[in-house]
């Protein structure tokens, strides 16, 4: 019997995997919580770690202080998330002692965040190589002036 879908409107791999633990082409099923987060590790086997950040509020500051929550999803061989991917996970039922969800699609190598805060960067220095490689001159020039009167208000 064919598989029409997990549940979600996320299109299947490309590839094909003969893993059981995959909600594509494996016995597992999707349900409850979706997150979407940045894959922080993937050394384990079949495993990747996922973060996203958050923020909570503390009354007694009246101040917002800056969270993230952190938890293990399993990486079928079809999706093969690596780190520094944004991914996209689904709850199922326990897959090990602490894998709850699984990887459900691969959306970006980056967040829209880095990604931004590159081309900012970039931008900047496209700009300002020419003013930057002037000043390091000029101090030197300066500095050799001021080394020299102090050589020779020594002798």
């Not at 064919?2 to 299109?11: S, W």
């Not at 099923?29 to 922080?40: E, H, M, N, S």
């Not at 293990?72 to 079809?78: F, Q, S, T």
């Not at 969800?101 to 960067?121: I, N, P, T, Y």
Request: glycine share 6%; charged share 40%.
């Amino acid at each position: 019997m064919k598989k029409k879908g997990i549940g979600l409107k996320v299109p299947a791999p490309s590839k094909v995997c003969s893993d059981k633990k995959c909600p594509f082409h494996g016995s597992i099923r999707v349900r409850g919580k979706i997150f979407l987060g940045l894959v922080i590790s993937d050394k384990m086997a079949r495993t990747v770690t996922v973060t996203w950040p958050g923020r909570r509020y503390v009354p007694k500051y009246e101040r917002y202080e800056k969270r993230r929550s952190k938890l293990k999803a399993h990486n079928p061989e079809c999706i093969n998330a690596r780190k520094g991917d944004v991914v996209l996970i689904a709850e199922t039922r326990p897959l090990s002692k602490t894998k709850h969800f699984v990887v459900v699609k691969v959306l970006g190598k980056e967040s829209k965040k880095e990604m931004l805060k590159q081309e900012a960067l970039q931008e900047q220095e496209a700009v300002t190589p020419d003013k930057q490689k002037n000043k390091p001159l000029e101090e030197d020039k300066t500095s050799k002036k001021k080394q020299e009167e102090v050589k020779s208000g020594e002798r």
